[in-house]
């Protein structure tokens, strides 16, 4: 690959892999392209012996990419997208990553769990999951469609209170791949009208927490999770979007969900777990607000998890912003590689955030100034009269934008740059072990 956005990349040369073989799928065909959100990609079809470490070694197929747009992936620290879902969503059969390694036996008791947090900690653990990053009990739910690790949630509640918002159920992705919360706009709409926060933050501290009821148990969003709140004041965080049947209507619940709760995936139910993930120091106290009993056990979906092999043992992998590292509980300390080049948009995007708010601003308020047109040029302060471009596209202007704010389109556009892309930290955790084993993206193809 020779485009522009493959020049920063490290990149795979099956000519230099005595197990690589050129393959095609079901219908006989040798390539792809796909079309993400924000770029596209062209590849063709391979096979090879695929490790995520020495341990953990299968045989797969996966698309070689030739070519890849310059936006985004000209900027992306990641090399490449390592899907975990369910074969629903692959190029065809035996393209399944996940499939490939627990139907070999390299995923022990077929598990894997993501412990997610905002300073540089993260990291996913195949073969079950540390006990020590769970501050309760673990919650489990069977997977109701095999597509996204999607399970049933029978109502929404606020402070524990059932609200029937649900009817006669609700279903939500788990996804690692999002970076927000977002639902069906109907109900997104309720939800928002009942809480009915100020957009000034005057009631933040009297907000409910959101909770979804899973069997017996809720499990609970705070305001801090389901809000943005900032100088500018207080949004409801909640991003409407419909999925179409059959996949949808649907809950995404991304990186706010995935901070507050361990998430558990084994394939051999298949199921999900939901635990509280003990960061910030929380106490078994504040655990119980956040998982809460509802009902009799007889709602209790028991999971009958298989053992893991004698003589296996889960494997940590750190995630680092960008950075996949060996790490193994508390192995030796080496600096991360730091073989990725920097480029504006591998910085932080809290700082890409402030200076596109302030960028834009500015230049809304200087044109303001020359217009002919009389204009409130505090509104142009705020940020609002600006007509901001289609967020899923940049280089689109909606002709009925120029009612919303700047504020939000750069926030909207932060949150896609976090979801879409791991961002490089300006300063890596201390203490993660070694080289960049490989350079990825938890996320769904």
């Known amino acids: 690959c020779r485009s522009e956005g493959c020049a920063r990349h490290k990149k795979y040369n099956p000519k ?29 079809f391979y096979e090879d012996k695929f490790c995520i470490a020495d341990s953990l070694c299968s045989k797969v197929r996966f698309i070689g990419s030739v070519e890849q747009s ?10 490449g997208i ?22 070999t036996g390299a995923l022990p008791a077929g598990l894997f769990s993501v412990f997610l947090t905002e300073d540089g900690s993260s990291e996913i653990t195949f073969g079950g ?19 996204y690790w999607q399970v049933a949630v029978s109502d929404i509640t606020f402070n524990n209170v059932e609200s029937g918002l649900c009817g006669g159920g609700c279903q939500v992705a788990v996804d690692t791949g999002t970076s927000m919360l977002a639902g069906p706009s109907s109900l997104v709409s309720s939800l928002q009208a009942k809480v009915a926060p100020e957009a000034d933050c005057s009631n933040y501290e009297r907000l409910p927490n959101i909770g979804f009821k899973i069997g017996n148990k809720i499990l609970n969003l705070k305001p801090e999770d389901y809000m943005d709140r900032d100088q500018t004041g207080c949004s409801f965080s909640l991003m409407p979007l419909d999925v179409p049947p059959p996949r949808g209507p649907l809950f995404i619940f991304g990186d706010p969900f995935l901070r507050r709760f361990v998430t558990i995936y084994d394939k051999s139910g298949p199921s999900v777990g939901f635990a509280v993930s003990k960061q910030q120091a929380i106490d078994e106290f504040e655990a119980s607000k956040l998982i809460v009993t509802s009902g009799s056990t007889a709602e209790e979906w028991y999971h009958r998890s298989k053992p893991t092999d004698a003589g296996s043992t889960p494997m940590s992998v750190g995630l680092s912003a960008g950075y996949m590292t060996d790490e193994e509980g508390s192995s030796a300390e080496t600096q991360p590689s730091t073989t990725i080049e920097s480029h504006p948009l591998s910085d932080s995007s809290d700082d890409w955030l402030k200076k596109i708010r302030s960028e834009q601003t500015e230049r809304a308020f200087a044109e303001s100034a020359s217009s002919p047109i009389s204009r409130d040029h505090e509104s142009f302060r705020s940020g609002q009269g600006i007509a901001e471009p289609d ?14 704010s ?14 879409d892309f791991l961002q490089k930290s300006s300063n890596p955790a201390h203490g993660q072990k070694g080289t960049q084993l490989v350079s990825i993206k938890l996320h769904k193809v």
Do not use: C
């Open 406 to 419: 700047v504020n939000d389109w750069a926030r909207k556009m932060k949150a896609l740059l976090d979801g």
């Open 129 to 147: 999951y540390r006990s020590e990053l769970l501050a309760s009990e673990v919650v489990w739910a069977p997977v109701t469609h095999e597509s």
């Open 82 to 103: 390592l899907g975990l879902g369910f074969k629903d969503l692959s190029m065809g059969h035996d393209f399944n990553i996940l499939d490939d390694m627990y139907q």
């Open 391 to 404: 967020w899923h596209n940049p280089a689109k202007t909606s002709e009925d934008s120029g009612s919303r």
């Open 16 to 44: 230099d892999s005595s197990s690589a073989s050129e393959v095609t799928n079901e219908n006989g065909e040798g390539s792809t392209e796909i079309t993400f959100g924000t770029g596209a990609i062209t590849g063709d």
């Open 70 to 79: 310059a936006s985004p992936f000209s900027s992306t620290p990641f090399d």
